[in-house]
């Protein structure tokens, strides 16, 4: 009778260690568990994502936590922030919402940042010593993304614009690069077999690609470059050119492009301001490069319409693109130019995944943030996207991918620069200075208005 009663305390304790070892079942739930497994619902606003991109990573996070629940909500463009700030005042807004990487200083003051750890409530299924299987229910805390982790496992462009004084503000699921798309008909037209590699090769192509009538009116552009007013991003072309050419565009929070950068091998000459005479010559009439003015409709359209061979884009242009070809537009993709003799540089354009200061959920919504951003998730994302990867990790897979190949082949090149703490401010002064310049007015003197300007935005 003893050792009978012996054995059914060891299986007893046995048992109670199993328990304890895989987590506690849902029968036995402490008032911890109770609170962890309240319904919790999660707001994530967007703009250029559907809803159903994230439909998959969505559903995957909720079978671990079936308490939470996750909704997206996609805004125009043109509302998005409008909508946002007046949420946010009226604390009505979103737990999540997405800003373009040159935002994030603006709002660093309504954004919270990542925690060292979060701590979630986990529901899992787990076969017992009888092989039925049984739902576990446990709650488990666990380390959060550093920021030294963060900068092995992401490109570069997203630590320079993610992390501030060692803190984690967002979080990216892709990084689109500045590309150079062409029309193949035009360019068979011209006898010409192939996109420039470099910048004084899309000069001479243009020169080849550029056709006016008799009265010298542009009926054709080779390329659509030197305006502000109609060329779609334009500030980032202009960007990309500077900085290839040696200009540093801030430096110790000053605004510097317009200046010769400290210990510049050729002193007597001005990296940012011979970039800007270089993009500007294009919308010039005197220049033998001219090839576009402000009669033409926005570049995207133009090049749609096939009146412009060469444009500067992103992979997220690449479906209105498509919606406007109806078949007649036979275009390509390749890289941007680059200097020769010069190491590449290329530019990035993408959006950041934050948490609202105002969060009743800050906890949950930046485990949810984190679970999506990894490897596994991402490529569920990119896969139904087709945009280019934040993760370093996933670069080559995408270098062999025919479709992603030449935004992949940018990644690791890809840089930005701070604008302020109103990056849409900056562009409009940009944009006026190109128009400036190319009114005539003193090159040096504009330039100098314009770092002006932008620095009033900078603190």
């Known amino acids: 009778m003893f050792k009978l009663r012996k054995t059914k305390l060891i299986t007893l304790l046995l048992l109670a260690a199993a328990m304890v070892l895989a987590g506690l079942s849902c029968k036995f739930t402490t008032p911890a568990l109770k609170e962890a497994l309240k319904p919790v619902e999660l707001t994530w606003w967007g703009t250029y994502d559907d809803p159903q991109n994230f439909a998959e990573v969505i559903n995957d996070y909720r079978a671990l936590h079936p308490h939470i629940s996750v909704t997206y909500r996609k805004l125009r463009p043109e509302e998005f922030e409008r909508e946002l700030l007046n949420a946010l005042a009226e604390d009505r807004g979103p737990d999540i919402f997405s800003l373009p990487n040159t935002w994030l200083t603006k ?83 011209a006898g010409l077999p192939l996109p420039p590699a470099n910048w004084l090769d899309l000069q001479e192509q243009v020169k080849k690609l550029t056709y006016q009538d008799k009265n010298g009116n542009l009926i054709q552009s080779g390329a659509a470059l030197g305006t502000g007013v109609n060329v779609d991003r334009g500030v980032d072309i202009l960007s990309l050119l500077m900085m290839q050419n040696g200009a540093q565009m801030t430096v110790g929070g000053q605004v510097t492009f317009g200046l010769v950068p400290a210990n510049f091998p050729t002193p007597n000459y001005n990296p940012g301001l011979e970039a800007i005479r270089f993009y500007t010559d294009f919308a010039a009439p005197a220049k033998e490069v001219y090839t576009w003015n402000e009669t033409f409709p926005n570049s995207l359209d133009a090049f749609a319409q096939g009146r412009v061979a060469m444009i500067f884009g992103y992979n997220y242009h690449i479906p209105y693109l498509e919606a406007k070809r109806s078949g007649k537009l036979n275009y390509a993709i390749a890289k941007a130019p680059q200097i020769e003799g010069r190491p590449e540089i290329n530019f990035a354009n993408y959006r950041v995944q934050v948490v609202s200061k105002k969060s009743r959920y800050v906890n949950e919504a930046w485990d949810f943030l984190q679970f999506i951003s990894r490897a596994a998730q991402a490529r569920k994302y990119l896969a139904k996207t087709s945009q280019p990867a934040a993760l370093r990790a996933l670069v080559a897979e995408q270098q062999a991918d025919d479709r992603l190949k030449i935004f992949a082949d940018q990644l690791l090149t890809s840089t930005s620069w701070y604008r302020g703490r109103d990056a849409l401010a900056m562009e409009k002064t940009f944009s006026e200075m190109i128009d400036l310049i190319r009114q005539g007015g003193g090159l040096r003197e504009i330039i100098e208005l314009t770092t002006q300007k932008i620095q009033q935005t900078f603190y």
């Open 107 to 189: 709002y660093l003051p309504k954004i919270e940042p990542l925690p060292p750890k979060t701590k979630m409530a986990y529901v899992t299924s787990q076969k017992s010593l009888g092989l039925k299987e049984e739902t576990i229910t446990e709650i488990r805390e666990s380390s959060s993304l550093t920021a030294p982790q963060l900068k092995d496992g992401y490109l570069d462009v997203v630590y320079q614009d993610v992390v501030r004084d060692g803190k984690i503000y967002g979080l990216p699921l892709s990084v689109d690069t500045l590309v150079l798309f062409y029309n193949r008909d035009l360019f068979n037209n």
